[in-house]
């Protein structure tokens, strides 16, 4: 696979709301046939496929939300 240029790359998101929760970059013939497989998958979730260059549409998730510790089960 040949490298591509920031500018010509494609940027695939699958959203839940506001919040992308599938976001990759990848060279354009590729980004086609992964924004239909994702939209297979996540069926009624929103599929976008913009140019990487692009400002984001929406915001995306607190950060400090990502990785919170998983609480454990029997603490008191």
Same mark, same amino acid.
């Given at each position: 696979?040949?490298? $591509?240029?920031?500018? &010509? &790359?494609?940027?695939?998101?699958?959203?839940? @709301?506001?919040?992308?929760?599938?976001?990759?970059?990848? /060279?354009?013939?590729? /980004? &086609?046939?992964?924004?239909?497989?994702?939209?297979?998958?996540?069926?009624?979730?929103?599929? $976008?496929?913009?140019?990487?260059?692009?400002?984001?549409?929406?915001? @995306?998730?607190?950060?400090?939300?990502?990785?919170?510790?998983?609480?454990?089960?029997?603490?008191?």
């Amino acid at each position: 696979m040949q490298g $591509t240029k920031a500018s &010509e &790359e494609q940027r695939v998101r699958v959203w839940y @709301g506001k919040f992308a929760f599938v976001d990759r970059r990848m /060279a354009p013939e590729r /980004a &086609e046939s992964f924004a239909a497989a994702m939209a297979h998958r996540f069926k009624g979730q929103p599929v $976008t496929l913009n140019p990487a260059d692009q400002p984001d549409s929406a915001p @995306g998730p607190d950060p400090r939300w990502l990785y919170l510790p998983e609480r454990r089960r029997n603490s008191r």
